[in-house]
């Protein structure tokens, strides 16, 4: 019989991270919705901006020295949109990044062009390069394994909108398999193109399943697309 879940008491809305929307909280984990351009945790550039940071203030209610905390579970790259889960005790961390690759994680993308099989998975070996960037390589001794499901939802003159779920969890993997595919995600920078107006990273985490660390119950989170997404594809540039 699942263990029911503790009592929870909200922090008091003053110290609410406007920027960052709390979607669900309990006494174990926390799941928020992630702006476009916010960092999930801090870089040498950056620490106060952060998702991190954001939510330690909120856990902590304004009183730096509070024993309360929360702790990174997953990352999000800074233009990616979209669910982020925190874990809020060591424990519930360390049992979600067991079960990590057993839970559903579906994207969205705006990517130029149209892809010739409207569904389907890439899979690929992914290493890091000397300059910190992703690539596909031939061998399993050279990277480790990604694959991503992908369907078109919908398409217009310039874009395609698409549907993707995570197989692996690799770094810019989602990134890395629509460049190699010639459809990168529009606005990346760093696998794609430089597109004037455009502005942002058009992927979203859209959906997550997990279980909980306590109830061990199965829980599904949604994040509608930005605007933007059908800006875009409606756009006069589409």
């Known amino acids: 019989m699942p263990k029911k879940a503790k009592p929870f008491k909200p922090v008091p809305k003053r110290f609410h991270p406007g920027s960052l929307p709390i979607l669900y909280e309990d006494h174990d ?3 928020v919705d992630k702006p476009s351009g916010l960092l999930t945790v801090s870089t040498d550039r950056e620490s106060d901006r952060t ?3 954001y939510l330690m203030d909120y856990v902590r209610k304004g009183q730096a020295k509070s024993r309360s905390r929360v702790f990174i579970v997953h990352r999000l790259d800074r233009e990616t949109s979209g669910l982020l889960v925190f874990a ?3 424990e519930s961390k360390r049992w ?4 990590w690759a057993e839970f559903n994680k579906t994207y969205f993308a705006v990517v130029r062009g149209h892809l010739a099989e409207k ?3 890439f899979s690929s070996y992914l290493a890091e390069n000397g300059v910190h960037k992703m690539v596909s390589v031939k061998s399993s001794d050279l990277g480790k394994l990604a694959k991503t499901a992908y369907k078109v939802i919908k398409e217009s ?3 395609s909108l698409l ?3 995570l197989m692996s969890g690799k770094k810019h993997q989602i990134r890395v398999h629509l460049s190699d595919q010639g459809h990168a995600v529009v606005g990346d920078k760093k696998y794609g193109q430089d597109e004037k107006g455009t502005k942002r990273l058009m992927l979203h985490a859209g959906s997550l399943t997990i279980k909980h660390p306590y109830t061990e119950e199965w829980m ?3 994040s509608n697309a930005p605007h933007y997404f059908d800006a875009l594809m409606k756009g006069p540039n589409a």
């Open 220 to 222: 599904t989170f949604s």
């Open 119 to 121: 569904s389907g998975v």
């Open 96 to 99: 979600l990044q067991q079960e």
């Open 157 to 159: 003159k310039a874009y």
């Open 51 to 53: 998702a991190f940071a």
């Open 163 to 165: 549907e993707i779920e």
């Open 29 to 31: 984990i926390l799941v």
């Open 88 to 90: 809020k005790s060591e």
